[in-house]
């Protein structure tokens, strides 16, 4: 007799099993990003001042005189390991450094997307149920403005106008105020470990100082959003079955939200997994107008030193968070997606 | 019964075709705006380095860090470069690094989808894994390792942006090639004997070019974006080169002690830049297609 396993809990299983080729993708990428294209790490590891011998000597140290598949299978054991390599700038484990940089990236990410989808589903919502209105015309402007500014440029203006000319945010630092230590590490996030400290003056200083990154990003992420929202209310709202609950008597509000906006937020939800490949490299850019200690700007400081192993880390670990942020979208698609309902 | 007037000579069409793009012009000025904008960056491209009144790269510490004035409309930055020279002569830089990453995409990203969409079966799936696994990569952080990796140079930010862009153009020209491949005129055109490829290459894809026009349009604002973006980390453009993203970032240094227009003016010019394609592609897409407008 077969295990009745609940449809919806098939198609999480399904969509867990289809991220394997992506992340066997990912793996074989980032390792022929180093190993395979022009330019040889022994000629950086050894410095500029190395004659013949000792590059040989350390490209056979790093195992670079071995064929590519033996390599891999190093690399593979290396992965398996947690062994991302060491970084030659700062000389700790890239893997060490990544995970201590991580929260903070996330944490500004995060709080950018919660701002933007609170800003943008109801923008486009409005937009949609009022067609050709002032608001409809705000979210087509918005729509345009946003994908094309850069997103260093906007962070660079919100620096001028709020911490310059007004003097409301704290200067484009890091985290915190150097007058606060930081909180005891819990989940990483400075909004929730201070809280859990108790130190409620630091909460506000960490607030201050994610504000404007956050707001930064959240602009950029705000234009694909609202567009997809507003493009998929109308097309719900025009079709036959809105048409029927609205014949029905129904009031506007079950209407809109009962019927139109749990359909329309679906292609919203798709629209997010492009949103987040923007999202997280433009957090690269974010966090270097404000000098934001993430694993963004740990990748350009090892960019500007050649830093191959902090660089390669960096690729892999930006790579599967986006992964784990679809296969999120798509679990999340799965369980609101009220045409699955019927079938269980 | 079919007369002769239904088959415009190729002529009227084209004739037709400028008829549509005057209306279209006319009736939407944001797109007539657009365009207007278009040949200005082209003509600042072309002819920059000899309309601007100083210099990109003579220094003059005397004058360094000088608001806007009558005689430096956009300032002087930290090392007494005129501004507005810097900027309009960076157009030429930023619009190649964008076009070359966009053609070569084009062209990589065209043949393959096409492929992929007329051969079907496993030339689909192999070009669709390797799509994917673009795709599964944040692009840009795929473009900050391939630039990291490859070597710090403008072909290599080139060929990176490219990469990056090639998944929509394979996608799209997939998609365009799929609908047509059994449609009348293809199986016409096989029936008098042209091979797969040749009825592929010249009945196909030019039926499929109007659609992947507006996209390279679209598209060439999100390369300029991310070819600055990438020399704003300090990749590929050096010092002293005009580049908008560069004098960006350097412009970023001077805006918490107030000087503004270092970097103010190249965002504005990139962000215009970016802006005039987004507009133009928008217009394009009512010209070739007025069904899909917005």
């Known amino acids: ?47 500029p001042a190395a004659d013949e011998a000792s590059i040989a000597e350390i490209r056979k140290q790093l195992g670079l005189d071995r064929s590519l598949p033996v390599q891999f299978l190093a690399y593979l054991g290396d992965l398996a390991t947690g062994n991302l390599g060491t970084s030659i700038s700062t ?52 729509v345009t403005a946003g994908v094309s500014l850069p997103t260093f440029f906007t962070g660079l203006a919100l620096v001028y106008l709020f911490y310059y000319l007004l003097g409301w945010a704290p200067p484009p630092m890091g985290r915190l105020d150097i007058l606060y230590l930081p909180p005891d590490p819990v989940t990483g996030f400075y909004l929730i470990d201070t809280v859990i400290a108790g130190d409620l003056q630091a909460t506000l200083s960490a607030l201050q100082h994610l504000i404007l990154p956050a707001v930064t990003l959240a602009l950029f992420t705000l234009a694909p959003i609202a567009r997809m929202t507003r493009a998929a209310m109308l097309q719900v709202l025009a079709s036959d079955f809105i048409r029927t609950a609205r014949a029905a008597g129904l009031s506007r509000r079950k209407v809109l939200f009962g019927y139109a906006f749990r359909n329309a937020v679906l292609p919203v939800i798709t629209t997010l997994g492009m949103v987040f490949s923007f999202a997280l490299g433009a957090n690269v850019l974010v966090e270097k107008v404000f000098a934001w200690p993430g694993i963004g700007s740990y990748a350009i400081e090892a960019l500007v030193v050649s830093d191959y192993a902090a660089v390669q880390g960096f690729v892999l670990a930006m790579a599967l968070l986006f992964v784990a942020l679809n296969l999120t979208i798509d679990i999340i698609y799965t369980l609101v997606d009220p045409r699955l309902r019927l079938e269980d | 019964m079919a007369s002769i007037a239904d088959h415009p000579t190729p002529a009227s069409r084209r004739n037709s075709f400028w008829r549509h793009f005057r209306y279209v012009l006319a009736s939407n000025p944001v797109t007539a705006v657009a365009f207007a904008l278009f040949m200005m960056f082209v ?7 000899w309309l601007v009144p100083y210099d990109p790269l003579a220094t003059d510490g005397a004058s360094a860090l000088q608001p806007p004035s009558w005689s430096h409309w956009f300032g002087t930055d930290h090392l007494g470069r005129d501004v507005f020279s810097r900027v309009v002569v960076a157009t030429r830089l930023d619009l190649s690094i964008s076009v070359a990453a966009v053609a070569l995409s084009f062209a990589a990203g065209s043949a393959l989808g096409s492929l992929a969409g007329y051969y079907g079966g496993w030339t689909d799936r192999v070009v669709g894994r ?150 133009l592609g928008d217009g394009l897409r009512d010209l070739v297609d007025p069904l899909r407008r917005t």
């Not at chain 1, 074989?28 to 410095?47: E, K, M, N, S, W």
């Not at chain 1, 060490?96 to 500004?108: D, F, H, K, Q």
């Not at chain 1, 919502?125 to 015309?137: G, K, Q």
């Open chain 2, 43 to 49: 003509t600042a491209a072309l002819f920059g380095p």
């Open chain 1, 91 to 142: 000389g700790q484990p890239v893997l060490t450094e990544l995970i201590t940089r991580l929260p903070a990236s996330l944490e500004l990410t995060l709080i950018a997307l919660l701002l933007s989808i609170a800003v943008a589903v109801p923008l486009g919502v409005l937009a949609a149920t009022r067609p050709d209105s002032w608001i409809d015309h705000l979210c087509r402007f918005v």
């Open chain 1, 1 to 47: 007799m077969a295990i009745a396993i609940p449809p919806k809990a098939r198609l999480i299983g399904r969509r867990l099993l289809q991220a394997a080729p992506a992340i066997a993708g990912i793996v074989i990428i980032t390792f022929l990003l180093t190993r395979a294209l022009p330019g040889d790490p022994a000629v950086y590891f050894a410095g």
């Open chain 2, 130 to 279: 390797c799509l994917d696994t673009i795709m599964a990569f944040p692009l840009f952080v795929l473009a900050m390792g391939i630039v990291a990796a490859a070597g710090n140079t403008i072909e290599n930010v080139i060929y990176a942006t490219a990469l990056i862009n090639l998944p929509f153009y394979a996608r799209m020209a997939r998609a365009e090639v799929n609908v047509r491949r059994e449609s009348g005129f293809v199986q016409a055109a096989k029936l008098s004997g042209n091979s797969d490829l040749r009825v592929l290459a010249m009945h196909i894809f030019p039926n499929s070019l109007p659609p992947m026009m507006v996209q390279i349009s679209l598209n060439m604002g999100w390369a300029i974006l991310n070819a600055a973006g990438l020399s704003f980390i300090g990749l590929g453009v050096r010092p002293p080169t005009p580049e908008w993203g560069i004098m960006v970032a350097e412009g970023a240094n001077f805006i918490v002690s107030g000087e503004w227009w270092l970097a103010l003016f190249p965002g504005a010019a990139l962000m215009l830049a970016v802006f005039t394609f987004n507009l």
